[in-house]
């Protein structure tokens, strides 16, 4: 089985930075496009970030210039750089991968908590 593990949230003040890490193991026969997704309370689940194998990345208006979206294709993980972070980023954040052979799969999400 796969699973997609996620680490780095946590509470930082405005202006601040993070780096959030999703690492997928398992039986893993290549990895197609990996993302980060965000969920506030009370709102829908967004798109803030994608990168395909090849490096093409897609951000979210609201995140363009302030986060930056990587990936190890060696370690099968995907990183998402956050920076001059906002109380509107504060949310649960989620990474997900789109592997061969299996259906989408999402991580158990890590919590970021922007301070005003």
């Known amino acids: 089985q796969v699973q997609l593990v996620e680490s780095g949230g946590g509470l930082v003040q405005t202006g601040g930075s993070l780096r959030l890490s999703c690492a997928a193991s398992?039986?893993?026969?290549?990895?197609?496009?990996m993302g980060w997704y965000r969920q506030a309370p009370g709102k829908q689940r967004e798109l803030v970030a994608t990168?395909?194998?090849?490096?093409?990345?897609n951000y979210a208006d609201s995140v363009k210039g302030r986060f930056t979206i990587s990936r190890d294709n060696a370690k099968n993980t995907v990183y998402l750089q956050m920076n001059s972070l906002k109380p509107e980023d504060t949310a649960v954040y989620y990474c997900?991968?789109?592997?061969?052979?299996?259906?989408?799969?999402w991580g158990q999400g890590t919590q970021v908590t922007v301070s005003s």
């Open positions: 997900n991968a789109d592997l061969h052979y299996y259906p989408l799969m």
């Open positions: 398992g039986s893993i026969f290549g990895i197609r496009s």
């Open positions: 990168i395909t194998s090849g490096g093409s990345t």
